[in-house]
């Protein structure tokens, strides 16, 4: 499930604490879509259900996820276009 | 890498959610085939309201819902009592080893609102249908009660009405897309605090450990079905916190966002434990059947509503309230709130809505064989509608796609 790669460093972020599923899923395709292809953008979740989400819905909506970071309470996920 | 190593490994990462559902479809087969009850919690969550209003004073000796739920005892001495003490175990051992655990507080006041009321229309929802997504679906529908096919395919009608509700602008999140620069600080703290993840994982162990010494003190005590029952709920709560199994994820997020990964998981650990629970019926532990009246189908349009609103069901709270996520204490309270309502309207609704209603036994009513043909049949129509949700979904999705274009 975690890449084993480094975080890149991201051009925005969402930061989603507190806020629940289905939202930071939601949210996070909706900025992708506004986002540019050299874009990076990392997402900060405190819901760890959201590492059931929010990688299957990037990939499946055709995105690309370059980096996800467990090690802490808040998972950072860093995807792109 | 030494042994010790590697397993530390396994606790401290999360665990892949299908083979996960699949897993829990196996145990609660072997549950009920060992305890004679069934995996459900929120007829535990209901006595525990009960209790509360006797704490209060209030006399419920004749409240014709708690007759059914059987009063008797207490937590520790309550088949589903004791398991779900273990599932709590599990996941709180699951939360410290993942080094998951941390106050959060809700984002905003709309948050807090949609956890308390969602959790109480969800936990009367629940009660009204004789089950939330266990006892009504996931464990309900392979003890061949045609009341959990009511609850079931009412629940996706009233998760698809949450979904619409939810994302209706009033509801939608706030949180703005940030533009970083280079000198933007980083949110969140990255510099993990070695100690601390440490001490989490040793309170980890000691919490699963102290769990299974108390289970085996209760089956050499005498105790045989409560010590298995502890032991069974902590490999439960265990499973759903690491492999953070999130039963309303399942038919929401087909509407939301397309994904029905955790939809088909379910119906795939039914049709595993649906042949395993047929056995242990064969052999002669008698089947929970509810019955199949109008409380099914509007229970279950009510729990579907509620559990989307509220962002979690009664087994989903559970994991991310240990995690120390604030939102779902305020749904668990919520569905004790919702739970013990129902209890106090159902002498004025059961006759109507439930109890002169019949409870129908696939088993019985289509033969042994027949039954079990007609549950894998119901079992591959569920599938077929998942896949045909996630086809309208992604149809709808390209003609938005195309329009922007």
């Known amino acids: ?81 | 890498m030494n042994f010790l190593e590697e397993l530390k490994k396994h606790l401290v990462s999360f665990w892949l959610p299908v083979p996960a559902v699949i897993a829990l479809g196996v145990l609660s087969v072997y549950y009920f085939g060992i305890t004679g009850t069934y995996w459900a919690v929120t007829g535990e969550f209901t006595r525990w309201g009960g209790h509360a209003l006797e704490f209060a004073g209030v006399d419920i000796s004749d409240w014709g819902y708690f007759k059914i739920m059987n009063m008797n005892g207490n937590i520790f001495t309550r088949i589903d009592g004791v398991m779900i003490i273990g599932m709590f175990g599990g996941v709180i051992a699951a939360a410290f080893w993942g080094n998951n655990v941390k106050w959060r507080m809700p984002a905003s006041k709309i948050r807090i609102y949609q956890a308390l009321i969602g959790g109480i229309i969800a936990g009367f929802g629940a009660r009204l249908g004789m089950g939330c997504n266990l006892a009504s679906l996931f464990t309900g529908i392979p003890q061949f009660t045609l009341h959990a096919w009511f609850f079931t395919f009412a629940m996706i009608a009233g998760v698809y009405l949450g979904v619409k509700v939810t994302q209706l602008p009033f509801f939608r999140s706030k949180v703005k897309l940030e533009k970083l620069s280079c000198s933007t600080p980083t949110k969140i703290d990255t510099d993990v605090d070695a100690n601390k993840v440490k001490r989490f994982f040793t309170i980890g162990t000691f919490v699963f450990i102290g769990m299974i010494v108390w289970a085996i003190y209760l089956i050499i005590s005498g105790h045989q079905k409560l010590g298995m029952a502890m032991l069974f709920g902590g490999a439960f709560g265990l499973i759903i916190a690491k492999a953070q199994i999130c039963f309303t994820s399942a038919f929401r997020d087909i509407f939301t966002t397309g994904r029905s990964q955790m939809a088909r998981a379910i119906v795939l650990g039914m049709l595993v434990s649906s042949i395993g629970i047929y056995s242990y019926i064969m052999i002669g532990v008698p089947p929970k059947i509810m019955w199949a009246g109008p409380n099914a189908i509007i229970g279950g349009a009510l729990f579907g509503f509620g559990i989307v609103v509220a962002g979690a069901c009664e087994c989903g709270w559970m994991y991310r309230a240990v995690e120390g996520q604030i939102h779902f204490w305020i749904v668990g309270v919520g569905n004790v709130i919702g739970s013990t309502l129902l209890a106090f309207v159902w002498d004025d609704i059961s006759g109507p809505l439930a109890t002169s209603w019949p409870k129908i036994n696939l088993l019985e009513s289509f033969g042994n064989y027949g039954g079990l043909l007609m549950n894998y049949v119901l079992l591959a129509l569920l599938f077929l509608v998942v896949l045909k949700l996630e086809k309208n979904y992604l149809k709808k999705l390209k003609g938005k796609t195309d329009n922007a274009k």
């Open chain 1, 1 to 81: 499930m975690q890449n084993n790669t480094k975080a890149p460093t991201p051009t925005h972020r969402l930061d989603m604490h507190g806020e629940p599923c289905p939202y930071p899923a939601i949210k996070t395709l909706e900025a992708l879509r506004s986002l540019n292809d050299d874009d990076i953008l990392e997402i900060i979740s405190d819901c760890p259900q959201s590492i059931n989400n929010i990688p299957i819905d990037v990939r499946n909506h055709g995105f690309k996820v370059l980096h996800i970071d467990t090690s802490t309470p808040s998972v950072r996920y860093f995807v792109k276009r």
